[in-house]
C-alpha cells in the first residue's frame, strides 16, 4: 500500500509556471501504474505558461476558479469540475480568484520532461 501526504511531497516551479508536488510517477517510484499524479496550485492571478504534453492530461479542480484555455477554446473551471486535456493540444490556466487554483493532474502515459514542450 502506497499512500502519500501532500504535504510532504516538495513543492517547486513546474515548466509551465505552476507550483507542483508530485504525488506518484512510475518513472520515478515502483509502483504499477501507467499514469502520473500531481497536486498543482496557480496563486489568484496567475497564469500558467502555455505547452504542450505527448501524454494526455486530466485535470480536477479542487479549489479556486479560473479559466482553461486549450487549442484556442476557452471555459471556466471551479471545484466539481473534471477536463480532460488531449495528448498534444496547447494549453494554460489563469488563475481568476478568489484565492488560489488547486487542481489534481493525471498524466497518462506517465509525465516525462522530454515529452512536455514549453514555448520560451
Not at 512510475?26 to 496550485?41: G, I, M, T
Request: with cysteine; hydrophobic share 40%.
Amino acid at each position: 500500500m502506497w499512500i502519500k501526504d501532500i504535504e510532504e511531497c516538495p513543492e517547486f516551479v513546474a515548466g509551465d509556471g505552476s507550483l507542483l508536488r508530485e504525488v506518484f510517477n512510475p518513472h520515478k517510484q515502483e509502483l504499477a501504474l501507467r499514469y502520473s499524479l500531481a497536486w498543482a496550485r496557480v496563486p489568484e492571478g496567475g497564469v500558467t505558461r502555455p505547452h504542450r504534453l505527448a501524454s494526455s492530461e486530466v485535470y480536477c479542480i479542487l479549489g479556486g476558479s479560473g479559466l482553461m484555455r486549450i487549442d484556442g477554446e476557452t471555459t471556466r473551471i471551479a471545484p466539481g469540475r473534471v477536463v480532460y486535456v488531449p495528448p498534444g493540444a496547447r494549453q494554460w490556466v489563469e488563475s481568476t480568484g478568489p484565492g488560489e487554483l488547486r487542481f489534481l493532474c493525471l498524466v497518462d502515459p506517465a509525465w516525462r520532461s522530454e515529452d512536455e514542450e514549453v514555448p520560451a
